[in-house]
């Protein structure tokens, strides 16, 4: 599914491929930044919190206009 058919049937989307099949609604944002660390073991720690906020935000999102959530990979 492609980004303009994401929009034309209203879902929310973020494409973070490696996340995907381990990020679950409802996940604390430490358990993120501790599952991103995992993925990308290089990375430094900011840019860990920095990403696993946004992906956060994103997932507990409470907008009524999000009609689902996709992180690609897992459609």
Do not use: C
Request: proline fraction near 3%; hydrophobic fraction near 45%; aromatic fraction near 6%.
């Amino acid at each position: 599914m492609n980004q303009s058919q994401l929009r034309e049937r209203g879902i929310a989307a973020i494409d973070w491929t490696q996340l995907a099949p381990h990020a679950k609604v409802g996940m604390t944002r430490k358990e993120l930044i501790d599952l991103y660390l995992q993925i990308e073991p290089g990375t430094k720690e900011k840019t860990a919190i920095s990403g696993a906020a946004q992906v956060w935000r994103f997932m507990n999102a409470k907008a009524h206009h999000v009609v689902g959530l996709l992180l690609y990979g897992v459609l």
